[in-house]
């Protein structure tokens, strides 16, 4: 589903209202530059309450992007909540037959997870809100164009004291902790065995561990080859104190696993947010030496 020139990018917003409309701006300055073209969602500055424009306005936004042919890619430009309030009235029908990316992180989760069960890759990254900060980060802007591309991209990392070691081969998925913790018993719950990427964002630690928890009892970690960390920001402080670390916290939840578990990966809600091709097949190697991961 790599794009060339003059392919048009689908700009939507499928949950909270836009709040940085200069941001969109040096998001779509940018696409130009790259010789893409975009074309806007009919209700994309409209705010409803909470989110940007009512549920069927926002359903009719995002069914125009998949259905329509000449729309090679749906870039989010913002998160927040109110995804999986739309999600179960949009027909994949004609993406089927006409994939597409879905790109986005965060609240963007929901569709990530429903691409995936359809056996087809989306893209976690970062968003045209948080565009100026990204820009600043020429590494996650480059990834960002290579894989929109086609191009291959290879991260290495050095390792946290935490990791557990390994090296294993599978699709890779996930996305915020919290989305896919509200997924669970629904028909987006992943399935099949994976390479599992979690990030979250102003929570605190007991929240952390509750979702943890219940992903476990769920079976989420029974599928799971490997375990990718991504940036676990703004944590709430709690009176008492929680007692543990994140790693701490992880460890011990995975602790009857022994597949490996990689902390730190650059990206979630971060400055440097880089991009996750969901639902590729990677090689995740992890060692006291690096961490590589490949796209």
């Not at 779509?28 to 306005?57: M, R």
């Not at 590494?139 to 991209?153: D, E, M, P």
Request: proline share 3%.
């Amino acid at each position: 589903m790599f794009l060339k020139k003059n392919d048009v990018i689908g700009i939507i917003a499928p949950a909270s209202f836009l709040k940085k409309e200069a941001a969109l701006k040096l998001a779509l300055d940018l696409l130009k530059d790259w010789g893409l073209q975009y074309k806007l969602a009919k209700n994309l500055f409209n705010k409803h309450n909470h989110f940007a424009g009512t549920d069927k306005e926002r359903i009719s936004d995002f069914q125009f992007f998949l259905d329509h042919k000449n729309i090679k890619a749906i870039w989010c430009v913002c998160g927040g909540y109110g995804s999986i309030r739309i999600i179960d009235k949009l027909n994949f029908t004609k993406f089927r037959s006409n994939p597409k990316w879905i790109i986005g992180y965060s609240d963007i989760t929901v569709f990530h997870q429903a691409i995936h069960n359809l056996g087809f890759e989306s893209i976690h990254s970062f968003m045209p809100t948080s565009i100026k900060t990204i820009l600043e980060n020429k590494i996650a802007i480059k990834n960002f164009k290579k894989i929109l591309f086609g191009k291959t991209i290879k991260y290495e990392l050095k390792p946290n004291q935490n990791n557990r070691l390994g090296k294993v081969k599978g699709k890779i998925i996930g996305g915020n902790l919290a989305i896919i913790s509200s997924l669970l018993g629904t028909k987006y719950t992943l399935k099949e065995r994976y390479i599992l990427f979690i990030e979250e964002v102003g929570e605190y630690k007991y929240s952390i561990d509750r979702m943890l928890q219940s992903l476990k009892l769920n079976g989420y970690f029974i599928n799971c080859k490997a375990l990718v960390l991504g940036s676990f920001s703004e944590i709430k402080k709690n009176n008492p104190l929680f007692g543990q670390t994140i790693e701490e916290i992880v460890l011990n939840v995975v602790a009857a696993y022994n597949f490996p578990v990689c902390f730190d990966f650059p990206a979630g809600h971060l400055t440097n947010n880089n991009p996750i091709i969901f639902g590729r097949e990677v090689t995740l190697n992890i060692t006291d030496k690096n961490v590589t991961l490949g796209f």
